[in-house]
């Protein structure tokens, strides 16, 4: 047990001062009761079991005045608490392709909004993560409560070249499963940095569940769906499907496409929406058009939750205030019921 203000401790010299005090008034008392009759009649008037009966309120009051003060003191301990786990990992295509200008103003500007819009409707209570991807993948924002870091970090991509959506989906099972062993850097040419710097992250035996059986996580991946590096989507998602994890996907563009210019490139790009089909379809997912914020608020709707057990170091106030009161009150009930009075 720690605790946040321990200058309030001092206050628990005034205990032992307390005692010594109740101790003086009863050797006090006992000396008054001398000089007015004989040892032998107290006894008599109060009884054998009515003597240790006197004790029993101050004694409780004091506990009470020792719970308070130690509450005071804002303790906190590491205690095992229930935990609704729930989070969403928005993996975003930053490929060249997204600056086509078929939706407007371009596709990466209008997932931007989408996903901006889609997170501002969830509870508070679901976690968001970020991944990005281009020619690779990477983790812009860890799994967070904060909607303007989830923001802040949205308006950070950076266009960059190739689309390698196989690598956006791997390393979004990682950031969903951080401690269950996933090699990176044999298929998206990175590792998670591990819990201590030179920890090799454990392999650990995997097997395979009911596809769209994990219930409190989801990925929304929302791209154009033309891969052109990385691992095959269809085996990314059957990595998906496999943990039980559904990818929702979102897709931006038009069948027709548009032609845009890079570093005096030009080529056409085209909205992949087979694929997208596919990969939602494997997870048992499903797959939405230009992703609007009214469609993605279907994501939520199925994304339940699961009850897990985090040790956690939680101020424990008014556990001990709780304590005190309900000692005061003992003490005050019996005082009442054997003695008539409450003081």
Known sequence: MSFLWQEALWALLLVPLLIAAYLWLLKRRKKTAVTWASLGI????????????????????????????????????????????????????????????????????????????????????????????????AIVQPPTLSRDDVFAAIDRFQLQRGTAIGSGIVLSLATIFPDAGIDLSQITGQRLMPRALGEKAPEKEFTPVEPGSYNSAAIVLLTDGQRTTGPDSMDAAKMAADRGIKIYTVGIGTKDGDTIGFEGWSMRVRLDEETLKQVASATRAEYFYAGTASDLKKVYQSLGSRLSAQKKETEITALFTALGALLALAAATLSLWWFGRVA
């Open 42 to 137: 107290v006894k008599e008037a109060l009884g054998a079991r009515r003597a240790w009966r006197r004790h029993v309120p101050p004694a409780l009051l004091l506990l009470a005045l020792t719970a308070l003060l130690f509450a005071t003191a804002r303790p906190t301990a590491v205690i095992t608490l229930p935990l609704v786990e729930q989070t969403i990992v928005l993996a975003m295509d930053v490929s060249g392709s997204m600056r086509a200008t078929d939706v407007q103003p371009n596709r990466l500007v209008a997932s931007q909004v989408a996903a901006k819009a889609f997170v501002t409707e969830l509870p508070r209570s679901v976690r968001v993560a970020v991944v990005s991807f281009a020619g690779t993948a």
